[in-house]
C-alpha cells in the first residue's frame, strides 16, 4: 500500500527555533513536495523536488528552505521559525495515474504535521 | 486572480441528490486536473482525475472537463452522508500541481 510518513504528528515550537519536519515514501516516486494548508487559503506549495538533491521553490518559498539527500526523503526547514507559520504542514510524493488513459501524476499526502510557533 | 478558483461553499445537497461541484483554472497551459477530498482532520485523497475535454465515470463520480472554457466540475450522484467532506481541485502544470481552496459539501441525510 501507498505510504507517505511524517515522523512529527503535532508540533509546539518557540519563535525563533529551527524546526525541522521529516517526510518519508516508500512508494520510489521521483517527486515530491511540501504543502501548507491554512483556513480559506487551501493547500499551497512551498516546495518540491524531482530527483535527488532538485529542489524548486513553489509558491510561498519564504523562510522555509528543504534537503532531499536520498530518494525516499524530503525534509522541511524553517530557519527561525515565526507565528506565521503556524499551520499544518502536508507533505506528499507523485507518481502517474494507473489505467489505460494518461492521467496526470495521482499525489498521495501523508497525514500532514500540526505546528504551532508561540 | 487565483491560478484554481472554487466556491468554498458550504454546499448543502439532501441525501440521493447530486452534487455538483464547479472548479476554474487560469492557465490554458495546465494539462491535468484532479478532484481530491479531504474530511476535516485528514488529509487529501484523490477520487478522479481527468486529462481528456469530455466526461470521465468512475462509480457514482463523473468529471468533465472543458479546456477551452477552463472548468473543471465533479458530479457525486446518489450523495450519501459519508460524501460530506471538502473537495479540491487540483491542477498541474509540469512538475507542479495546484490547488484550490476547495469546497465544503454537506449531504443531509
Known amino acids: 500500500d501507498v505510504k507517505v510518513t511524517q515522523s512529527s504528528r503535532y508540533l509546539v515550537k518557540r519563535t525563533g527555533e529551527k524546526v525541522f519536519l521529516e517526510c518519508v515514501q516508500d512508494m520510489d516516486h521521483e517527486n515530491m513536495f511540501w504543502y501548507r494548508q491554512d483556513p480559506g487559503l487551501g493547500l499551497r506549495l512551498i516546495y518540491f523536488s524531482y530527483d535527488v538533491k532538485m529542489k524548486e521553490k513553489g509558491d510561498i518559498p519564504e523562510g522555509y528552505s528543504v534537503s532531499r539527500e536520498k530518494k525516499e526523503r524530503f525534509s522541511l526547514i524553517l530557519e527561525s521559525a515565526s507565528t506565521n507559520q503556524t499551520s499544518m504542514y502536508l507533505c506528499a510524493s507523485s507518481s502517474p495515474s494507473s489505467g489505460t488513459e494518461f492521467s496526470g501524476n495521482t499525489i498521495y499526502f501523508g497525514e500532514g504535521s500540526w505546528l504551532t510557533v508561540v | 486572480q487565483k491560478e484554481v478558483e472554487q466556491n468554498s461553499g458550504p454546499l448543502s445537497v439532501p441525501e440521493g441528490a447530486i452534487a455538483s461541484l464547479n472548479c476554474t483554472y487560469s492557465d490554458r497551459g495546465s494539462q491535468s486536473f484532479f478532484w481530491y477530498r479531504q474530511y476535516s482532520g485528514k488529509s487529501p485523497e484523490l477520487i478522479m482525475s481527468?486529462?481528456?475535454?469530455g466526461d470521465k465515470e468512475d462509480g457514482r463520480f463523473t468529471a468533465q472537463l472543458n479546456k477551452a472554457s477552463q472548468y473543471v466540475s465533479l458530479l457525486i450522484r446518489d450523495s450519501q452522508p459519508s460524501d460530506s467532506a471538502t473537495y479540491l481541485c487540483a491542477v498541474e502544470r509540469g512538475f507542479k500541481t495546484i490547488f484550490g481552496a476547495g469546497t465544503r459539501l454537506f449531504v443531509k441525510a
Open positions: 481527468i486529462y481528456s475535454n
